[in-house]
């Protein structure tokens, strides 16, 4: 997956492949490898070549919030459609794809397609690294179309359900 953040004001390419619990990242041409961990929601442990990192993150609107080592970074995607954490280890791709970042089962659906949904509900739960992952919407849409059926497995980058985003209104 390839992708652009803006941090503190300048803007980073960033590159990664997730295979299983690691990956190889390569972020403005340094590449990186590291093994990770989701120890809770909001919160993975990463182990690289120079030791290990807790980070804790929290999703707000169109940005991260990251905080390593009592340092806080603030991620902003610079295209406004590139990804987003989301919830529990999942990412939304292009603002209307619903992927998950590591491979697992789908346990169950919370929305059948033809529902609307707000920002932040709950559209599936996926097991993952044996813990249940619920992954919610980033956006006001409508479930356009599901891809899979409770019990089936998800790899990396595989879209679970297709968003067709919908204008909000100012009386909302």
Same mark, same amino acid.
Do not use: W
């Given at each position: *997956?390839? /992708?652009?953040?803006?941090?503190?004001?300048?803007?980073?390419?960033?590159?990664?492949?997730?295979?299983? %619990?690691?990956?190889?990242?390569?972020?403005?041409?340094?590449?990186?490898?590291?093994?990770?961990?989701?120890?809770?929601?909001?919160?993975?442990?990463?182990?690289?070549?120079?030791? =290990?990192?807790?980070?804790?993150?929290?999703?707000?609107?169109?940005?991260?919030?990251? /905080?390593?080592?009592?340092?806080?970074?603030?991620?902003?995607?610079?295209?406004?459609? =590139?990804?987003?954490?989301?919830?529990?280890? =999942?990412?939304?791709?292009?603002?209307?794809?619903?992927?998950?970042? *590591?491979?697992?089962?789908?346990?169950? /659906?919370?929305?059948?397609?033809? %529902?609307?949904?707000?920002?932040?509900?709950?559209?599936?739960?996926?097991?993952? *690294?044996? *813990?249940?992952?619920?992954?919610?919407?980033?956006?006001?849409?409508?479930?356009?179309?599901?891809? /899979?059926?409770?019990?089936?497995?998800? %790899?990396?980058?595989?879209?679970?359900? %297709?968003?067709?985003?919908?204008?909000?209104?100012?009386?909302?």
């Amino acid at each position: *997956m390839e /992708f652009e953040y803006i941090i503190g004001g300048d803007t980073h390419k960033i590159n990664c492949e997730i295979t299983g %619990d690691s990956c190889e990242a390569e972020i403005d041409g340094v590449k990186l490898h590291f093994d990770y961990r989701l120890l809770s929601a909001n919160c993975l442990s990463l182990i690289g070549q120079t030791g =290990s990192l807790t980070v804790y993150f929290v999703r707000h609107n169109d940005e991260i919030h990251i /905080f390593i080592n009592g340092e806080k970074y603030l991620l902003k995607d610079s295209s406004g459609s =590139s990804i987003f954490i989301s919830g529990a280890g =999942s990412i939304v791709a292009e603002k209307g794809l619903i992927i998950t970042p *590591m491979p697992g089962t789908i346990i169950k /659906f919370l929305v059948e397609e033809g %529902d609307i949904v707000d920002v932040d509900q709950g559209l599936v739960i996926v097991e993952a *690294m044996k *813990m249940e992952n619920e992954i919610r919407s980033t956006i006001k849409a409508k479930v356009k179309k599901i891809n /899979f059926k409770s019990g089936d497995s998800v %790899d990396v980058g595989q879209s679970i359900i %297709d968003l067709e985003e919908l204008e909000s209104t100012e009386n909302e």
